[in-house]
């Protein structure tokens, strides 16, 4: 090799892989997903679903300032699922989509709000 990658590793999407035995289901992710995204919505976010890469992923962002977001997945560990933000804090389990709605307007809202008083 002469140092460069070849094509086939270039552009490869990085996500859990599929043999492992945490590896979620594509549709229980999306289900979780389609969950929180209603109480997200009814709190006033914009959402959009990226179902087709590994892992599914719901991106967030406030319609006033659209180039601020972020991509929540939900992920499962030896004891729940969770949603998990894309900085890999689990924001709440599943079973509590709103908890998560206040996680992500404490995190996300809090600099949204700085942004547009202009501080």
Request: proline content about 8%.
């Amino acid at each position: 090799m002469n140092g460069r990658i070849r094509s086939s590793e270039e552009a490869r999407p990085v996500g859990v892989p599929p043999d492992s035995p945490a590896a979620p289901d594509a549709w229980l992710v999306c289900f979780q997903l389609n969950r929180l995204a209603r109480r997200l919505r009814l709190h006033g976010w914009s959402v959009q679903f990226r179902y087709e890469g590994s892992p599914p992923l719901l991106r967030v962002w406030d319609a006033r300032i659209p180039w601020l977001g972020d991509s929540i997945t939900a992920a499962r560990d030896e004891t729940d699922w969770w949603f998990v933000s894309s900085t890999g804090e689990r924001l709440a389990p599943c079973r509590e989509p709103g908890l998560a709605v206040l996680m992500l307007d404490r995190r996300l809202g809090a600099v949204v709000r700085v942004l547009l008083r202009g501080e």
